[in-house]
C-alpha cells in the first residue's frame, strides 16, 4: 500500500504540466517519469525484499516474531488484508456488469488491474510465511481436498487467472472482439470468484474451533464487506492518484457514486462487527474476554483506530458538504487503514487468549516474548513482528507496486472510447 | 553386567505387549559384551546401529539409588532407561538421572588436567592445559613438601556427597590414600541431626532411623513431618501415593505448603523450628490424658529402668557386683511384686514409675523422669509458640495416639536447624509413647540403608602404612583453623586441601568464610571434577574425573533392600580418570608404593571391601554383581525392614525414654560437662536465628531456606543443558504480602541479603509461603546469580552436641533492584 | 486399533522426567519440547493458585492428544500430518511438512505442536536416544509420535515407562480388556478442551 500511495505521490511533480493531453490519449503504453521513478523504486523493494526473504529462509524463521504460541503474524495479516483489496476492485468493475446497472465510468480495467496486483501480494504473502517454499509443489500432487488453504489456494489461483482473462475481455470487448454477452457472463463468474475469494479466506480462520476470536459464522459474510469496504477505498485512492497524474479523467459523480458506496460498505461492515461483539460478549463467557481484549485491552488501539476510522470515512461518505475529493481521499484511507487494524486485531486476538490458561518452562520457540515470562509475554501484545518481517512485508507490497505500475504503463487501462464517450455527455 | 536384549524387562506390567506381540531373546553373556539389533513382530532391523545394553545404578546424593539400563551406540552412551528391581515399584527414575549423558557429553566437561595460570587470582578463571604426568608430579610434590615442612595433617581431604559408589565414592578409595598420608579430615556434617536426635531413643546411629519405603504401605497414616518427598525423593513418594490410594491418610506438618503438602490429605501449617515444641506439647497431652500406648512403653521402651538421683546415670547391675568387660550390664527396675529392686527382666512386676530409694539412693524410673519434664509443655502454649490452632494439635494427637500404625517420614529438613536433633528427639520420643515404632508401618521412614550387609571397610582403607586420617573438629570449623593455623590453642597449620566428590565451595555454609578465610590460607588447593562449579573455580588444579558410567563400581544401595552393580559403559571420556586410578597415581608418586602398587585394579579394592562375614553370608562376591546386576539383601523375604522390628539397637534394646550416657556426635575438645546433665531428657530449644525471639528476628525479618528442588541434587546438574531449558536461571521466591510491603512484583531483580553476604536474583511471587518464609531451590553456582549467591548469607556455627550444618536456619532482607 | 494415554493428575507431581524421556528418546533439537508439563495453578511454573494456607496446584502434563477427530488433519493442504487408522496414531511426516502451521493454528491444543524455527541443533555432539529416533528438519513442525518408532517393536511410549510417579499408562483404548480402558471405566476422567469436539485419545484422571 505505502509504495503505491508513495509512487501516485511522487508522480504529479513530474507530470502535472502534460496531464490533459495525455490523460486524454489511450495508448498502450502510457509514459512518464513519475511513473517510471514508480517502477523503479518498487523495482528495488521488491528485490530487497526477496533478498530478505532468502535471508529469512537460508537464515531461519526465529528472525521473525512469530512463535509456536503464536504462530502466524505479519505475513498472514497481509495475507487477509491483501485478498480483500483484492476482491474490492474486481467487483467494483463486475457488479455493474453483471446485473446491467451503470457502472462507475472508466474504471473498471484500472480496478481490476488493482485486484490483479493485490492478489499477487496475497499469494506472495503466503509464500513468504512458507517454512518450505520448495516444496510448493506438493499442494499440486498430495493436495488435500478438505483444507481450507488448500480451497483458497484453488480459489486465489483461478482468481488470479480469471482477474487477467477479464481484464483481457474487457480489452477485448472495446476492440469489439468480445460480445457484450460473454463479457456479462464473465462478470457475473468473477463476481462469484470474488466472493468465493473472501468466503474461504474467511473460513481458513472461521472454521477453526480451536480459536474463540476466530471461529464464527459470522466470518464469511464479515470478511466479504470488509473487502469491499477497503478494496472500495483502494479504488477510490487508485483512481484519484491516477485522476490526479492524468493517466485518466472521471466525472465526480462516479467518484461520489463510489463514496456513497464506501460509505454504505462501512456500515455493513461495523453493523457485523457490532453483531460479532454483541453475540461474543453477551453470554459473559469466554467471548467476553475477546470483547475485553478488543475494547479495553492489549488490542484496543486497533481496535479503536477501526471502529472510529470507518465512523469518521461514513460521516464523510455520507455528508455532501465534505465529500470533497481529498476528503474522500482521507475518508478512504481511514477505511483502508480501519480494515487493516481488523485483520490485525483477528490475527493476534486469535493468538492473544491462550486456550489452555496454564504456564509451563519457556523457550526462545515458545513465544514472541518468552523471555519477560509467561504473565507479561501476554502483557502486551503476544506477537509484535521483527524488522525482517516488515522488510519483507514491504517487498511483497512493492511487488503488487511494481505489477499495478506496469499495467498501467504496458496495457491500455484507461477508458475505452465507448466509455470515454458516455462519459462526456 | 552386560547383556543385550531387545525389548525392556519388566514386560508383566502392562498388557498391551501380548497385543503387539512383541520379541523375545535375551541372551545374558555374563561379563561380556554382545550386539543386539532391535527388531519387532517378525519384521527385522529397525535400525543398522547397534545397542548395547548394560547396567548402572544412579549414585548421586539423593539418596533413592534408582538403576538404569544404559544404551550404549558406537561407544557412546545415547540414552538411559529406568532399569528394574525384583519389587517393580523400586524400579524409579528421575530427570536428573536419565539426563545424566548430557553431563558426560556436556561441552562444559571438564576434558583435561589444568592449572591455575600463574600470576592470576584464583577464581579468575585463568587456566592452562597441563599433562596427567606434570599434574601427578606436582600434586605429589606439593603434598610431600607441605607434609615434611608442616606435617601430614596440614593436607586436608574433603569428602563430598558426588558419588555413592562404594570403591569410587564418598567412603571409598581416597579414603585410602588419607590414611596413608595422615591427612586430616574434618568431621562432615550434613544431615547427621535427623539421626542424632532419633538415635536418643532407638540407638540407630546416624543414618539407620529410617524403615524401608515400602513399609508405608502398612502405614495408616503417614505425617510427613518437615521434608518435601515429592521432590527430594520421588521414588518414595511413590510407595507414599500407592498408600494414599489404599486408605492411609497423609498429613503434612511444615512451614511451608510443600509440593507434598499440595498432594496431602491434611496440611498443618507450622511456625519454622518449633516443631519440637509441638511434639512435645502432644507427648505431655499424650501422657496427661492417659492416651499412651501403655504395652509398647511397658515391653519396648526403658520406661521401668531406674535412673539414679545422685549421679544421674542408670542403676547397673555393676552398682552391686562385679561386670566383667564385655559382659552383660543390665540396669534395674522397681519390682513391686517383691518392694525392691530387679534387674531388667528378673521382674514379675517392674514398676513403670515411681521414685524409690536404694541403699540410700534416691532413684526413679525412667518414665517419671520423662512425665515431669514434658509436664511443662502445654496444648495452649504450644498453640502460641507453633502457630498451631489447639484443635488442630488434638486432632494430630489424635492420629497418633488412634492410627494403627503411625509412620513419620522426616528426611533433613528440621535437621537444617540449630535446633534439629531436639525437634527429632522429640518426635522419637512421641512415636516411643504411642507405640509406633519397630513395627509394620510404624516408625521413621526417610532414607532406608540397609544394616545387614557390613562392607570391609577397614580392609580398603587400613593399607599397608596405614597411619589414619585426623578427624580433630568438624568442618564448620576449618575456616578458624586455617585463618589462625590454631586450634585449641596449638599450632594446626592447613596448608593443603583437596576436595574429593565434593562441591564445598557450594555447599558448605556462610561461603564468604570460604573464600576469604580458608582459601588464602592454602598454599594449594586441588579440586577433581567433571564440571566448573564453584569449588573448581577457586581451585589451583583441577583433574577431570570419570562419570558414574565410566568405571565400573556397586552401591550398597540407599532406600533399596539391594546392593547394585555398575558396569563400565563407556570409557571415560577424554582425559579423565576414575577415582582408583587417579588415587594409585597420586599414592605410587608420593612413594606410597605398597598400599596402592600398580598391580592394584577396581578389583582387588572391591574384593578386599567384599570380603566380609556378611558378605559371605549374602554370597557377595563381584563375579555375581557382574552376573545379576543387583542382589536382594531383605532379612525376611518379602517383608519390608523395619528399624527394631525385634529389638532396638540401644544398649537395652528398648526405645530410651532417658539417655543414660548423652555425648557430643562429634568431640573436638568442646566443653562437654556444661549441658551432659540437661542432655538425659528430651527437650525443647529454640532455633538459633530463625526462631522469633532470636536477635536476628529483629533485624531481619524472612527466613530463607535452600528449597531441594527436582532440578539438581544439590550442586550436581546445576549447569545441563536440557534441564537448564526448564529451569534456566536461579529463582527467589517470597511471599506475597513481604513482596507487597517492599513493592516487589514477580520478575523483579531483588537483592536477598544479611549481615554475613548477599545475592542479587530473580523474584517471584509464591503464595505457598506465609509471611515471613523464602525460599530458594538450590544449587545454582556462583556465576548463575547476578552477584553474590545463596551460600553466602548461612552462618557456619553449629550446636556443640550436633555438630550438624544448619544451612536453613538463616534469616534475610530483601530490597528490589 | 486406537492407542491412547491416561494420565493419572493424582499421581503426577510434575516431575519434568516424561518430558526429559520424551526429549532424549526422540533425540529432539534444542529447545524443542514435545511433552510439557504444565502447572495449573498461578501464573509461574511450579507456583500455584490462592491465598496460604489454602493454594491449589496441578500439573497438567501435555503432549500431542492424537484426536479421534483431529483439527489438524483436516487442514493440512498437503495431508503431511494425518491419522493412522491402523494405530490411531496422529502422524506428521516432516518430509512433506511444507511448514504453512495451519495445523498449528487448528489444535487447540496451543503448543503440542512445535515448529522449528531455528535449524534444529543439538547440545550434544551426538545422537542420543532411540537408534530409530525420528530426524529433525528446519521449518517443519513436529510433535508427539507417541514413540511410533517404539511402539511398533512393542515397547510402551518412552514417557510411559520413565514416569517415576507411575501416572502415566498407555495403551488400546478400543480394547476394553486394556489397562487405559478399564481405568476410564472406573474413574472419572477429564479430556482437554472436550467441548472443541476433537475427541482427544488422552484422558486426565484425578
Known amino acids: 500500500m505505502t509504495d503505491m500511495t508513495s509512487a501516485a505521490a511522487a508522480a504529479p511533480i513530474n507530470v502535472s504540466q502534460n496531464t490533459e493531453q495525455q490523460g486524454k490519449k489511450a495508448s498502450a503504453s502510457w509514459k512518464s517519469t513519475g511513473l517510471t521513478v514508480g517502477i523503479i523504486v518498487c523495482g528495488i523493494l521488491t528485490i530487497a525484499g526477496i533478498a530478505l526473504w532468502a535471508m529469512q529462509l537460508s537464515g531461519s524463521m526465529i528472525q521473525t516474531g512469530m512463535r509456536n504460541l503464536d504462530s502466524w503474524g505479519l505475513y498472514i495479516t497481509f495475507f487477509m488484508f491483501f485478498v480483500g483489496l483484492s476482491a474490492g476492485g474486481l467487483i467494483i468493475s463486475s457488479v455493474p456488469k453483471a446485473f446491467g446497472i451503470k457502472g462507475f465510468g472508466g474504471i473498471s480495467k484500472v480496478a481490476i488491474m488493482s485486484s490483479i496486483a493485490c492478489t499477487i501480494a496475497a499469494i506472495g504473502f503466503v509464500v513468504v510465511d512458507l517454512g518450505q517454499p520448495t516444496r510448493i509443489w506438493e499442494l499440486f500432487v498430495f493436495s488435500n481436498i478438505g483444507s481450507p488453504l488448500m480451497w483458497d489456494i484453488i480459489v486465489l489461483g483461478t482468481y488470479l487467472i480469471l482477474s487477467c482473462f477479464y481484464l483481457w475481455a474487457q480489452m477485448a470487448h472495446e476492440r469489439g472482439r468480445v460480445s457484450d454477452k460473454a463479457l456479462r457472463v464473465l462478470s457475473v463468474i468473477a463476481l462469484l470468484c470474488a466472493v468465493m475469494v473472501h468466503s474461504v479466506t474467511a473460513w481458513i480462520f472461521g472454521l477453526q474451533q480451536g480459536r474463540e476470536m476466530w471461529h464464527t459464522a459470522l466470518l464469511g459474510p464479515w470478511f466479504v464487506s470488509s473487502a469491499l469496504v477497503c478494496g472500495t477505498a483502494l479504488v477510490i485512492c487508485v483512481v484519484e492518484a491516477l485522476r490526479k497524474v492524468g493517466y485518466l479523467s472521471l466525472d465526480q459523480a462516479y467518484i461520489v457514486k463510489l463514496a456513497k458506496l464506501l460509505g454504505a460498505f462501512v456500515c455493513v461492515d461495523l453493523y457485523f462487527f457490532a453483531c460479532d461483539l454483541l453475540t461474543e460478549g453477551f453470554p459473559g463467557a469466554h467471548g467476553a474476554d475477546v470483547v475485553s481484549m478488543l475494547v479495553s485491552g492489549q488490542l484496543a488501539p486497533f481496535f479503536w483506530i477501526e471502529v472510529v476510522g470507518c465512523a469518521v470515512c461514513a460521516v464523510i461518505c455520507f455528508t455532501p458538504k465534505l465529500r470533497t475529493n481529498p476528503l474522500i481521499v482521507i475518508a478512504s484511507l481511514l477505511a483502508i487503514v480501519g480494515i487493516l487494524c481488523k485483520r490485525i486485531q483477528l490475527l493476534v486476538g486469535g493468538f492473544q487468549l491462550p486456550n489452555l490458561d496454564y504456564v509451563g518452562a519457556l523457550s526462545p520457540q515458545t513465544i514472541t516474548n518468552w523471555e519477560a515470562g509467561w504473565t507479561d509475554a501476554y502483557a502486551g501484545m503476544v506477537y509484535w513482528p521483527t524488522p525482517l518481517e516488515f522488510g519483507v512485508m514491504l517487498g511483497v507490497v512493492a511487488l503488487a507496486g511494481l505489477v499495478f505500475l506496469l499495467g498501467i504503463k504496458f496495457l491500455a487501462l484507461q477508458p475505452g472510447d465507448k466509455i470515454q464517450a458516455e462519459s462526456e455527455k | ?484 593455623q590454631q586450634f585449641n590453642g596449638e599450632d594446626y597449620p592447613i596448608k593443603a586441601m583437596v576436595s574429593i566428590i565434593s562441591n564445598a565451595v557450594s555447599n558448605w555454609p556462610s561461603q564468604n568464610n570460604f573464600l576469604e578465610k580458608i582459601l588464602p590460607a592454602l598454599d594449594f588447593y586441588l579440586a577433581m571434577d567433571m564440571e566448573m562449579n564453584d569449588t573448581v573455580r577457586y581451585a589451583d588444579m583441577v583433574l577431570p574425573v570419570a562419570s558414574f558410567y565410566e568405571h565400573e563400581d556397586f552401591r550398597k544401595a540407599h532406600n533399596l533392600p539391594y546392593i547394585v552393580h555398575q558396569s563400565k559403559a563407556i570409557d571415560p571420556l577424554y582425559e579423565a580418570k576414575d577415582d582408583v586410578e587417579i588415587c594409585g597415581l597420586i599414592g605410587r608418586a608420593m612413594g606410597f608404593e605398597e598400599a596402592f602398587p600398580e598391580s592394584n585394579t577396581f578389583e582387588t579394592y572391591a574384593n578386599l571391601l567384599l570380603s566380609s562375614e556378611a558378605c559371605e553370608k549374602f554370597n557377595i562376591t563381584l563375579e555375581r554383581l557382574r552376573e545379576e546386576g543387583y542382589i536382594d539383601l531383605s532379612v525376611l523375604p518379602g517383608k519390608p525392614g523395619i528399624v527394631g522390628r525385634t529389638k532396638f539397637t540401644t544398649e537395652s534394646g528398648l526405645a530410651q525414654l532417658y539417655t543414660e550416657k548423652p555425648a557430643p556426635r562429634v568431640n573436638y575438645g568442646q566443653d562437654v560437662k556444661e549441658r551432659f546433665a540437661k542432655e538425659h531428657l528430651v527437650y525443647y530449644q529454640p532455633s538459633a536465628e530463625v526462631c522469633e525471639e532470636s536477635e536476628a528476628a529483629q533485624t531481619f525479618p524472612i527466613v530463607f531456606i535452600q528449597e531441594h528442588s527436582r532440578w539438581r541434587t544439590h550442586s550436581q546438574w546445576f549447569n545441563s543443558p536440557i534441564l537448564k531449558e526448564l529451569d534456566p536461571e536461579p529463582i527467589y521466591k517470597m511471599s506475597p504480602e513481604d513482596a507487597q510491603e517492599r513493592g516487589i512484583e514477580s520478575g523483579d531483580i531483588v537483592e536477598v541479603f544479611n549481615d554475613r553476604g548477599h545475592m542479587v536474583v530473580k523474584c517471584v511471587i509464591d503464595p505457598s509461603l506465609p509471611q515471613g518464609m523464602s525460599r530458594m531451590p538450590k544449587g545454582w553456582q556462583r556465576e548463575q546469580f547476578i552477584e553474590g549467591g545463596y551460600q553466602e548469607l548461612t552462618y557456619p556455627t553449629h550446636d556443640e552436641w550436633a555438630v550438624a550444618f544448619n544451612f536453613y536456619d538463616t534469616r534475610v532482607d530483601v530490597k528490589k533492584r | 486399533m486406537n492407542y491412547g494415554f491416561v494420565i493419572d493428575q493424582e499421581r503426577c507431581i510434575g516431575c519434568h522426567t516424561c518430558a526429559v524421556a520424551c526429549k532424549i528418546e526422540n533425540n529432539l533439537p534444542d529447545v524443542v519440547w514435545w511433552n510439557r508439563i504444565l502447572t495449573d495453578g498461578g501464573a509461574e511454573m511450579d507456583i500455584p493458585a490462592g491465598e496460604f494456607p489454602n493454594t491449589t496446584i496441578e500439573y497438567v502434563p501435555v503432549n500431542c492428544q492424537h484426536c479421534e477427530n483431529p483439527a489438524c488433519t483436516k487442514v493440512c493442504p498437503v495431508g503431511a500430518t494425518y491419522k493412522d487408522e491402523e494405530t490411531g496414531i496422529v502422524h506428521q511426516d516432516a518430509d512433506k511438512c511444507i511448514g504453512c502451521r495451519m495445523c498449528m493454528s487448528a489444535c487447540p491444543y496451543t503448543g503440542v505442536r512445535s515448529f522449528n524455527w531455528d535449524e534444529p541443533t543439538h547440545v550434544l555432539d551426538m545422537n542420543i536416544g532411540g537408534v530409530d529416533a525420528p530426524e529433525h528438519q528446519k521449518h517443519t513442525v513436529e510433535k508427539c509420535t507417541m514413540c511410533s518408532h517404539r511402539v511398533a517393536k512393542g515397547e510402551e511410549p518412552a514417557c510411559v515407562e520413565a514416569c517415576p510417579a507411575r501416572a502415566r499408562f498407555w495403551g488400546d483404548l478400543d480394547d476394553p480388556n486394556s489397562e487405559v480402558s478399564q481405568i476410564i471405566k472406573k474413574r472419572s476422567f477429564k479430556q482437554l478442551l472436550a467441548d472443541e469436539g476433537t475427541k482427544p485419545s488422552v484422558y486426565y484422571v484425578g
Open chain 2, 1 to 484: 553386567m552386560s547383556e543385550s536384549t531387545v525389548t525392556r524387562p519388566g514386560i508383566t506390567r502392562r498388557s498391551f505387549l501380548k497385543a503387539t506381540g512383541a520379541v523375545a531373546g535375551v541372551a545374558a553373556v555374563a561379563g561380556g559384551t554382545s550386539s543386539l539389533v532391535a527388531f519387532a513382530d517378525g519384521e527385522t532391523s529397525a535400525s543398522n546401529a547397534e545397542e548395547t545394553i548394560c547396567y548402572g545404578v544412579c549414585r548421586s546424593n539423593c539418596m533413592q539409588s534408582c538403576r538404569y539400563a544404559a544404551h550404549v551406540v558406537d561407544g557412546k552412551l545415547v540414552k538411559l532407561t529406568p532399569a528394574e528391581y525384583a519389587e517393580d515399584l523400586y524400579r524409579g527414575s528421575c530427570l536428573r538421572g536419565m539426563s545424566y549423558m548430557h553431563r558426560i557429553y556436556s561441552p562444559h566437561r571438564i576434558k583435561y588436567p589444568m592449572r591455575r595460570v600463574e600470576g592470576t587470582e584464583r577464581g579468575a578463571g585463568e587456566w592452562e592445559r597441563i599433562s596427567w604426568d606434570d599434574a601427578i608430579a606436582e600434586i605429589a610434590e606439593k603434598f610431600t613438601s607441605i607434609s615434611q615442612e608442616y606435617g601430614p595433617k596440614s593436607i586436608v581431604f574433603d569428602f563430598g556427597t558426588g558419588n555413592y559408589g562404594e570403591i569410587q565414592g564418598q567412603t571409598g578409595i581416597f579414603n585410602r590414600l588419607g590414611g596413608v598420608i595422615g591427612a586430616s579430615k574434618p568431621a562432615g556434617m550434613n544431615d547427621l541431626a535427623t539421626g542424632y536426635g532419633i538415635d536418643r531413643v532407638i540407638g540407630t546411629g546416624l543414618m539407620y532411623f529410617a524403615n524401608e519405603a515400602k513399609s508405608v504401605l502398612d502405614s495408616s497414616h503417614i505425617v510427613v513431618w518437615g521434608s518435601n518427598p515429592v521432590h527430594s525423593t520421588p521414588q518414595n513418594w511413590r510407595w507414599m501415593q500407592r498408600a494414599k490410594e489404599q486408605g492411609t491418610k497423609i498429613i503434612v506438618v511444615d512451614p511451608v505448603k510443600s509440593a507434598t503438602a499440595h498432594k496431602a490429605d491434611v496440611y498443618i501449617p507450622i511456625k519454622a523450628t518449633t516443631d519440637g515444641y509441638l511434639a512435645l506439647a502432644m507427648a505431655n497431652y499424650i501422657l496427661e490424658n492417659d492416651l499412651q500406648d501403655d504395652e509398647f512403653i511397658a515391653a519396648r521402651s526403658t520406661a521401668p529402668l531406674l535412673v539414679r538421683r545422685d549421679t544421674g546415670m542408670l542403676l547397673h547391675k555393676s552398682d552391686y557386683a562385679e561386670v566383667a568387660e564385655g559382659e552383660e550390664n543390665p540396669a534395674y527396675v522397681w519390682d513391686n511384686a517383691t518392694g525392691a529392686i530387679a534387674l531388667y527382666g528378673e521382674a514379675t512386676d517392674p514398676a513403670l514409675e515411681g521414685t524409690f530409694e536404694v541403699d540410700g539412693v534416691t532413684v526413679d524410673t525412667s518414665y517419671t523422669l520423662l512425665k515431669q519434664q514434658l509436664a511443662d509443655y502445654s496444648i495452649s502454649e504450644a498453640q502460641r509458640i507453633t502457630g498451631v490452632p489447639e484443635e488442630t494439635i488434638l486432632e494430630l494427637v489424635d492420629v497418633f495416639t488412634k492410627g494403627d500404625a503411625v509412620s513419620v517420614n522426616i528426611s533433613f529438613g528440621m535437621d537444617h536447624y540449630m535446633n534439629g536433633y531436639q525437634s527429632c528427639w522429640a518426635i522419637a520420643i512421641l512415636m516411643a509413647l504411642t507405640g509406633n515404632l519397630g513395627r509394620d508401618g510404624a516408625g521413621f521412614t526417610g532414607i532406608f540403608l540397609n544394616t545387614a550387609l557390613a562392607l570391609n571397610m577397614k580392609a580398603l582403607w587400613a593399607a599397608p602404612g596405614f597411619v589414619g586420617m585426623t578427624t580433630a573438629f568438624p568442618m564448620t570449623m576449618l575456616h578458624e583453623v586455617a585463618e589462625t
